[in-house]
């Protein structure tokens, strides 16, 4: 299981990233799998998990 930072790089990165339907009122959503619809709770259905999270420059 990804760790909280990374799932939320990875989405700040990921091309695939769709809010799940929830608007914060503050304006900006904080990016993370977690509210991509795309993420079912413990991975990503269309795999860009992996690719993105390799991409990124943290090791
Ligand atoms: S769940 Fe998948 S598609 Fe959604 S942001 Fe994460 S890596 Fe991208």
């Known amino acids: 299981m ?3 930072e990374q799932l ?3 989405a700040a990165s ?3 990233y769709q809010a799940e339907g929830f608007v914060s009122s503050a ?7 977690e509210n991509c619809v795309n993420f079912d709770g413990y ?4 795999n860009a998990f992996d ?6 420059d943290q090791g």
């Open 51 to 56: 690719k993105v999270l390799s991409g990124l």
């Open 27 to 33: 304006g900006a959503v904080d990016k993370s799998c």
């Open 8 to 10: 939320k790089a990875v």
């Open 43 to 46: 991975k990503c259905t269309v």
């Open 14 to 16: 990921c091309m695939k």
């Open 2 to 4: 990804a760790s909280r």
